[in-house]
């Protein structure tokens, strides 16, 4: 967990530089705004599996 938190911290920092969001960056000249609208939907992706998860094991539902 240490080094998840560790990676997002320097992938804030590093997204924290670009003061226009439609810059684009990278080898690929990806816009920064697709880059952390992406994060976000890949964060809630994955939050939202493991809410099912935790519905498999304790049974609640919808909190």
């Not at 670009?18 to 684009?24: K, S």
């Amino acid at each position: 967990m240490r080094i998840l938190h560790e990676e997002q911290d320097a992938t804030d920092r590093l997204l924290a530089g670009f003061e226009d969001l439609g810059q684009c960056a990278g080898r690929e000249q990806v816009i920064i705004r697709d880059l952390m609208v992406h994060r976000i939907e890949e964060y809630a992706r994955h939050s939202g599996h493991a809410d099912l998860l935790r519905e498999c094991f304790d049974g609640r539902v919808g909190q």
